[in-house]
């Protein structure tokens, strides 16, 4: 059973700056085959934020690119989001997931955003 841990979300005022943190357990590192985010506010579609596959780019939805940041750290099985510049737009419920190498996907339970004044 993959579990992953998120961990780092808040409140924050718009331009301030947040990091989240999802650590994985219950597997290997070798067998992850791509780690990130997706988003969803109340009574919006889910979107992607990012994704950082082991053998190819990472991704970031449009509406984040030059803002958001996603790492690895191998040693740790931890994926980061360094989120700059943030908008009150960026305010939802972030869930970190994990694809299997061979195709699988886990969920992180979620962790909320709220970018406010």
């Known amino acids: 059973q993959v579990q992953l841990e998120e961990s780092g979300g808040g409140l924050v005022q718009p331009g301030g700056s947040l990091r989240l943190s999802c650590a994985a357990s219950?597997?290997?590192?070798?067998?992850?085959?791509?780690m990130g985010w997706y988003r969803q506010a109340p009574g919006k579609q889910r979107e992607l934020v990012a994704g950082?596959?082991?053998?190819?780019?990472?991704n970031y939805g449009d509406s984040v690119k030059g803002r958001f940041t996603i790492s690895r750290d191998f040693a740790k099985n931890t994926v980061y989001l360094q989120m700059n510049s943030l908008k009150p737009e960026d305010t939802a419920v972030y869930y970190c997931?994990?694809?299997?190498?061979?195709?699988?996907?886990?969920w992180g339970q979620g962790t909320q955003v709220t970018v406010s004044s």
């Open positions: 997931y994990l694809d299997k190498s061979r195709g699988s996907r886990s």
């Open positions: 219950g597997i290997s590192i070798f067998s992850i085959g791509a």
């Open positions: 950082i596959p082991s053998g190819g780019t990472r």
